[in-house]
């Protein structure tokens, strides 16, 4: 019997950053349009610096460590619209994936204020939008506030997304190194606000920091999912909130492997097993899928040669996606809130 889904099924994708989703040619390419001074002339050595391997796999923190560079070089519109515009297209033609969530942090991208914000963002929407003109596909774009940043530039960033809700804009993320200095609860009614104005809500959490965490955030910030949230099968208490609340866990195996946030495939067996148990909803993602050099389907085919996750549960994991995915479908808002591109996509769905 078949482990894997046929390549022709269509494929969701709510977790995947945008530095780390870039081809690392693509990047290159970038860095030298734009004259950026890199620490190595030589590709090889380039996107070794950018990119990691189950050989030589890195701490949670070293990992985070990579976007130094991949954010530098997708700092100016120019190089934000060609990175958007790549993630979306090249996700579609390699793996099939029709519904994707790109996140990213905009405030990242503009060199520290030298950058207009407003430009940066403008230059992400037009990058999905050629990647909607040529591609049979629905993207939206996640921006993360940081937990090392002062709570006021999270709150600027939060209101962006408010602004440009109509333009693209489907949700908002806490993402960072997980510290004991973060509070949930100071961004309670930060979170409150953005869902009144229709965003979606997710929290990178039970990842590197402790599993009592998740219940704090779940409690305080009432996300609509979480991101990566592994730990959470250590606490029955903390799967009865997810599964009574009806909160989606966007887990990412290859990355939690790497980082060594998960042990091993045989860890990831009992995660799931718990999963399943506790009735608890989960979808399968990639993190960052050229610089961890894994993809959806490769995911998915892992899973499923393992014996972890059958192909009914595959495609019940992917049925999970599509239902918990913030981009809208067809009928769900008005048409003139949407972006020229994205009315068009609506139109064909429609037709």
Not at 200 to 215: D, L, M, N, R
Not at 230 to 251: F, Q
Not at 294 to 303: F, G, K, Q
Request: charged share 25%; glycine share 8%; hydrophobic share 40%.
């Amino acid at each position: 019997m078949p482990s894997v889904l046929p390549r022709t099924t269509p494929l969701t994708e709510l977790h995947t950053h945008l530095g780390g989703a870039v081809a690392p040619a693509i990047m290159w390419g970038i860095a030298h349009s734009q004259g950026i001074r890199l620490p190595t002339k030589d590709y090889w050595a380039f996107r070794k610096l950018i990119t990691v391997s189950a050989r030589r796999g890195r701490s949670f923190d070293g990992y985070l460590a990579l976007f130094h560079w991949t954010e530098l070089i997708q700092s100016s519109p120019l190089a934000l619209e060609r990175s958007v515009y790549e993630v979306i297209g090249g996700a579609y033609r390699k793996n099939n994936i029709t519904t994707m969530e790109v996140r990213f942090n905009p405030m990242k991208r503009n060199r520290g204020g030298e950058q207009d914000l407003d430009h940066i963002i403008s230059a992400a929407i037009r990058g999905m939008d050629r990647a909607v003109l040529e591609y049979p596909v629905a993207p939206g774009l996640i921006f993360c506030l940081d937990r090392a940043f002062p709570q006021n530039l999270n709150e600027i960033i939060a209101e962006k997304a408010i602004a440009y809700r109509g333009r693209g804009v489907v949700g908002v993320d806490i993402a960072g190194p997980e510290s004991a200095d973060f509070r949930p609860a100071d961004y309670k009614r930060l979170f409150e606000r953005v869902r009144r104005k229709g965003l979606g809500t997710t929290v990178h959490t039970g990842e590197a920091g402790p599993w009592s965490e998740i219940s704090e955030v779940i409690e305080q910030l009432e996300p609509t999912r979480i991101g990566h949230g592994v730990k959470a099968a250590r606490d029955k208490r903390t799967m009865a909130m997810i599964r009574e609340r009806g909160i989606t866990l966007e887990v990412c195996p290859t990355s939690n492997l790497n980082t060594r946030v998960v042990s091993g495939w045989d860890e990831f067996r009992t995660i799931f097993d718990t999963f399943r148990k506790n009735g608890v909803r989960y979808t399968i993602n990639t993190d960052g899928p050229e610089m961890l050099r894994t993809y959806m389907r490769d995911e998915l085919a892992t899973l499923g040669r393992l014996g972890i996750l059958s192909v009914e549960e595959q495609e019940q994991v992917v049925g999970w996606a599509r239902e918990a995915s913030f981009v809208p479908r067809a009928g769900d808002a008005p048409l003139p809130s949407r972006t020229p591109a994205t009315r068009k996509r609506i139109e064909r769905e429609e037709a």
